[in-house]
């Protein structure tokens, strides 16, 4: 499991596999935000955490399609459901890799970008918190896309059509929860079904993934 | 003789010929009835004036819209137990039907909100779920549609339809708790019993809902037969080549 968690993070890391390209596209959303809407800092204030969320969800969708497909088309998915290691777990691991590879730069980021949006003192805090409770459900949820849609060739759009409606609720509670803090009240419920939110798919999504890429390759 | 006789596709067909005559024309009856009915035979509600004769579409629309996505829940899971291809194939073919609900319930609501709300669309659970729901359907549909094989596709699509509802149902409690909500609330609760719908307006409207219930098995039923027919279609002519 390690040696894969490396050899994923190696790979995504030196081949150009698109660990920068998540990063950048979250930096054009928000950088371009306020040239959309305009400089007025109590607007932008006003929408920063729904931007920020938006903007690490895009991000973390553009790369979803590079999670499994370059393995299937290499053979290593097939190598990986005969192993030893259930495929299960190689899934999650797989999961695992990329949310280190695209959810925790977002959040890294997320607070400087934020600070460029005008992001309330008060909302930093549960923002990142939030993120850092959200983005693995979103790497989990794109696990399950990613398998559904790994046979498919450029099934890069129907990926998003397909995980566009599972990533509601992530995005409903998270950018709630940073609402609430940036303008004052009190977050903890949003943040409570967000952590409950992840935790299950963490949980049931390497399983369906698993399941679906059996019936796949059978 | 069980349920599970008509998984044999023969059976199906026999039984779908059988039905379906039958179908059609209750439901026609039943939807005419209950639309003439609803949009000439009652009275103007007294704050909404006319507009309230919409609900003749717009509520067995919706109430099929999710009963749909239940009924390809159910076949799904049995494809995925029992691996019947009629069922699957009964999932595949309601869903555009299901889909069509959908936007009929979205738009005619739409309609009926542009005079009385005074806007087209509003960001409330109601409206918000639907549109999720549609998503949805648009997306099992998609995917049906990208796979070659069709056990494959058949297996995929069920195992969407399967997350989808776990996803749906959690959309549905998140927007209310996203957003306050702008619909009203049910006529006709079912869990209290009671109804806060006035007895002239209410035979019609369960006379409508009977009818797109017929209406939807009817098309059902029809669309499976068609697919059934389909493979069958595909299979001889994959015959014929492997022979030829």
């Keep these: ?181 940036a303008t004052g009240q009190e977050a903890a419920t949003p943040l409570l079904m967000l952590a409950g939110l992840t935790l299950a798919t963490l949980a049931l999504m390497p399983f369906a993934s698993a399941a679906v890429l059996r019936m796949g390759l059978r | 003789m069980s349920l599970w006789e008509y998984a044999n596709p023969v059976r199906f067909l026999r039984l779908s010929a059988k039905a379906q005559p039958v179908l059609w024309v209750a439901a026609g009856l039943s939807l005419s009835l209950g639309l003439l009915w609803g949009f000439f035979g ?58 069509m609900m959908t936007l009929i319930a979205l738009v005619t609501g739409a309609i009926w909100g542009q005079p009385m709300w005074g806007t087209w669309w509003a960001w409330d659970p109601r409206l918000t779920s639907f549109l999720i729901l549609f998503l949805f359907y648009l997306g099992y549909i998609a995917l049906w549609s990208a796979i070659d094989d069709p056990d494959t596709a058949a297996d995929f699509t069920s195992v969407l339809c399967l997350v989808g509802s776990v996803f749906a149902v959690l959309s549905r409690y998140a927007v209310k708790f996203w957003n306050q909500g702008l619909h009203q609330g049910t006529s006709v609760p079912v869990a209290t019993g009671g109804r806060t719908i006035s007895d002239v307006f209410f035979y019609p409207l369960v006379l409508s809902m009977v009818g797109f219930g017929l209406l939807f098995i009817a098309l059902v039923f029809l669309r499976t037969g068609t697919e059934i027919r389909q493979r069958r279609t595909r299979a001889l002519l994959a015959r014929a080549r492997r022979g030829g």
Excluded at chain 1, 54 to 62: P, R, V, W
Excluded at chain 2, 50 to 59: A, D, E, F, P, R
């Design chain 1, 1 to 181: 499991m390690k040696a894969l968690l490396l050899r994923d993070l190696r790979l995504a890391v030196r081949a150009g596999g698109g660990f920068g390209l998540g990063l950048a596209f979250f930096l054009i959303v928000t950088v371009l935000v306020p040239f959309a809407v305009g400089p007025d800092p109590a607007l932008l204030s006003r929408i920063a955490p729904g931007v920020l969320w938006l903007g690490a969800l895009l991000a973390c969708l553009l790369s979803l399609d590079r999670l499994l497909a370059l393995d299937h088309e290499d053979g290593t998915l097939d190598l990986l459901a005969t192993a030893p290691l259930p495929l299960e777990g190689a899934l999650g691991i797989k999961a695992f890799a990329h949310w280190i590879t695209t959810g925790l730069p977002l959040v890294a980021a997320a607070p400087v970008l934020g600070l460029m949006l005008n992001l309330s003192v008060s909302g930093y805090a549960v923002l990142v918190g939030a993120l850092l409770l959200g983005t693995p459900a979103l790497s989990t949820i794109g696990l399950f896309g990613a398998a559904l849609t790994v046979g498919v060739r450029r099934g890069g759009l129907l990926l998003s059509l397909l995980v566009l409606p599972l990533y509601v609720p992530t995005l409903i509670f998270g950018a709630e929860a940073a609402r609430r803090a």
């Design chain 2, 42 to 99: 009652t009275p103007d509600d007294m704050r909404q004036g006319s507009t309230v004769k919409i609900i003749y579409l717009h509520v067995p629309a919706a109430l099929m819209a999710i009963n749909a996505w239940f009924m390809m829940l159910v076949a799904s899971l049995i494809w995925l137990i029992r691996r019947h291809h009629v069922s699957a194939l009964a999932a595949k073919a309601a869903a555009p039907v299901g889909l």
